[in-house]
C-alpha cells in the first residue's frame, strides 16, 4: 500500500514563493516511479505541473510553471519537493503529490496518470494580493 503525505502549502502574495514536500511511505521500497505533483486550479482541469523519474532523476515541467518551478529528490528518497518561486495568481489551487509506477506518462507532451496511480489528499496553494 503506497501513501503520500503533502505539506506546505499555504497562502503567499504575487511575486513569493512556497516549497511543498511529498513522502511516500510504501511497503517495499522500489526505485522506479515518476513522482508528480498535479494541481487543480479554478479556470482549468487537471494539470500535472512536475514530474520526476526516481529511476535516473529526470524530469519534466508543464509549460505553464518552466523556469518558476523546480522537482526534486531529497537525501531521504522517499521525499520529493516541488519548489515554487515567482508564483502567479493563476498558480492558485490544490496540489496533489501523485506516484505511477514505472517512468513518467506523457501524452502529446503532457504529464498524465492511468488508473492505477495513488494520489496524497492535497494541499491547498493560494496565491493572492
Known amino acids: 500500500q503506497v501513501q503520500l503525505v503533502e505539506s506546505g502549502g499555504g497562502s503567499v502574495p504575487p511575486g513569493g514563493s512556497l516549497t511543498l514536500s511529498c513522502v511516500v511511505a510504501?511497503?517495499?521500497?522500489?526505485?522506479?516511479?515518476?513522482i508528480q505533483w498535479f494541481r487543480q486550479t479554478p479556470a482549468k482541469e487537471r494539470e500535472g505541473v512536475a514530474g520526476l523519474y526516481t529511476a535516473g532523476g529526470s524530469t519534466v515541467y508543464a509549460d505553464s510553471v518552466k523556469g518558476r518551478f523546480s522537482i526534486s529528490q531529497g537525501d531521504a528518497k522517499n521525499t520529493v519537493t516541488l519548489e515554487m518561486n515567482s508564483l502567479k495568481v493563476e498558480d492558485t489551487g490544490t496540489y496533489y503529490c501523485v506516484l505511477e509506477r514505472g517512468a513518467c506518462l506523457l501524452v502529446h507532451g503532457n504529464l498524465e496518470v492511468t488508473s492505477g496511480a495513488y494520489w496524497g489528499q492535497g494541499t491547498q496553494v493560494t496565491v493572492s494580493s
Open positions: 510504501e511497503y517495499t521500497y522500489s526505485n522506479n516511479y515518476c
